[in-house]
């Protein structure tokens, strides 16, 4: 089947975007095909977290990449700090204060956890949970920002 979809010659594959259906990862499985997922977004330079072969678990957004600092906010909103986090947006200072916090965090606006409660909705934090960065990685929900429908992608503007 995989010669027949052009896929025979796959040694690894990823995706990015948004979180992407658990049944459509298990049927990539089902094939032999282990899609790993890269979580991050322009503004830190496209990547900060990543899903390495034999770490699969839905929903999970994976491990840090080297020198990614990650933490989760009391809103249990992701922030990530890295080499790759942007400066600022040009000529656009007030919302770099909106997309960058005090301590150089860049404020992601999806909700995640430290990988320590699962993956099941029932077991995510809440508004108020405070997590910590001494998991392993990440999972996440898709991103909400202000003026965005929270189950609809939106990006800032440039």
């Not at 990650?70 to 997309?99: C, F, N, Q």
């Not at 606006?109 to 320590?116: E, I, S, W």
């Amino acid at each position: 089947m995989l010669e027949g979809l052009g896929l025979d010659a796959v040694r690894f594959a990823a995706t990015g975007s948004t979180p992407k259906p658990a049944e459509l990862i298990d049927w990539y499985a089902s094939l032999g095909i282990r899609i790993s997922d890269i979580y991050g977004m322009t503004e830190n330079a496209a990547g900060s977290h990543c899903v390495l072969p034999g770490q699969h678990r839905n929903g999970w957004a994976g491990s840090p990449m080297p020198g990614v600092v990650w933490r989760i906010s009391e809103a249990a909103e992701i922030l990530v700090k890295s080499p790759g986090t942007m400066v600022g947006y040009y000529k656009a200072d007030h919302l770099t204060r909106e997309a960058i916090d005090e301590d150089g965090f860049l404020r992601t606006g999806d909700r995640g956890g430290d990988g320590r409660r699962g993956t099941d909705p029932d077991q995510r934090p809440r508004q108020g949970d405070v997590q910590d960065q001494q998991g392993e990685g990440t999972w996440r929900q898709p991103r909400s920002r202000p003026g965005s429908s929270p189950t609809q992608s939106s990006s800032r503007p440039a």
